[in-house]
């Protein structure tokens, strides 16, 4: 018996992860979801999942929460510049706890990374490769959600903006990545690997020809300079703050930061990665 823990399952890619060892046939019974809050988490009690509570910030819940525990996928907070001393507490407690394997979702090519998201991340990976515990990390590309999501608005302005329309993303789906990374949670195999959860490159320009493709309404791309961009942010409700770091963040992806070419996620899926094509066919569904 394993018994497998999953943190951040309220959020998306933690709650896919659980979803994803029930369906590879792991027993409930041997699946610990942790959440800061668990009554976010019900519907995986539900499933028969134990849910316990785990704050990054908190380490006092992290000692029980880690109990028992054997393989430990952390998945990365959501509070950019907090997340080092929250990841740290959790390495920390998972060592504590004796875990036999940690995995950690990071971002893609930490170490050289000028994406402003990378420090954190890279700062991560060390701290686990120095912990002495077995770890293995799952360096997450962009989601094809951070674009698919936004589907309508495209639809609705006819465009899409940005500021290098030709830059390669190596974007996959957040349900790809996750089954990518429950194939290295479950295979001991991977311990002392990193792997890049990459897919096949995309682009902005690349984006709005398949939206129009996709749906059949015609969505340009527009290239647009940083402060251009930042006075569109701004003119749809976006905080100074908020905007300027998103823009950092697309500077990032024009200088291709994220243009990482690695058979990684196809070979840890055994299949293909999903099309960005197919990506915005469910989502218009
Ligand atoms: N590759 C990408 O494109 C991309 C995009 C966005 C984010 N990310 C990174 O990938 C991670 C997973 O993505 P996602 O889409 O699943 O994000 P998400 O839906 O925002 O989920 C984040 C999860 O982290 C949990 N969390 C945040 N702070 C925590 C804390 N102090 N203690 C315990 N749990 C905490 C959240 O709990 P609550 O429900 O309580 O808030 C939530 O369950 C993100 O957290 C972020 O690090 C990657």
Redesign the pocket.
């Known amino acids: 018996m394993t018994i497998y823990a999953v943190?951040?399952?309220?959020?998306?890619?933690?709650?896919?992860a659980v979803a994803e060892l029930l369906a590879r046939g792991v027993p409930a019974s041997e699946v610990v979801a942790?959440?800061?809050?668990p009554e976010?988490a019900a519907d995986l009690a539900t499933r028969g999942a134990t849910v316990r509570r785990?704050?990054?910030?908190?380490p006092a819940t992290l000692g029980a929460a880690l109990d028992g525990v054997d393989v430990l996928l952390l998945?990365?907070?959501?509070?950019?510049g907090?997340?080092i001393p929250?990841h740290a507490a959790v390495i920390e407690a998972a060592k504590a706890a004796g875990i036999g394997r940690v995995a950690y979702?990071s971002?893609t090519d930490a170490e050289h990374s000028a994406n402003p998201?990378a420090p954190e991340h890279k700062a991560t990976e060390e701290l686990l490769r120095a912990s002495g515990l077995p770890f293995t990390i799952l360096r997450?590309?962009?989601?094809i959600?951070?674009y698919a999501a936004q589907l309508p608005q495209y639809l609705a302005q006819g465009e899409v903006i940005g500021i290098d329309g030709d830059a390669r993303i190596g974007?996959a789906t957040?349900a790809d990545?996750a089954a990518a990374i429950v194939t290295a949670l479950l295979d001991e195999g991977t311990t002392g690997g990193t792997f890049e959860l990459s897919g096949p490159p995309i682009t902005l320009s690349g984006l709005a020809a398949t939206i129009t493709d996709v749906t059949g309404t015609k969505v340009a791309y527009r290239d647009v300079t940083a402060d251009e961009l930042v006075a569109v942010l701004r003119g749809s409700g976006m905080d100074d703050a908020t905007a300027g770091f998103v823009v950092s963040l697309e500077e990032s992806v024009a200088r291709g930061d994220l243009d990482l070419q690695s058979d990684d996620l196809e070979r840890l899926l055994g299949r293909p990665a999903t099309t960005l094509q197919d990506a915005l066919r469910a989502q218009a569904a």
Do not use: C, F, P
């Not at 785990?54 to 908190?58: C, E, G, I, M």
């Not at 997450?140 to 989601?143: A, G, H, I, S, T």
């Open positions: 943190t951040g399952t309220t959020g998306h890619l933690g709650r896919l942790l959440a800061r809050t976010k785990a704050d990054y910030s908190d998945v990365s907070g959501s509070e950019a907090r997340r929250q979702t971002i998201l997450d590309n962009w989601y959600e951070n974007a957040r990545m």
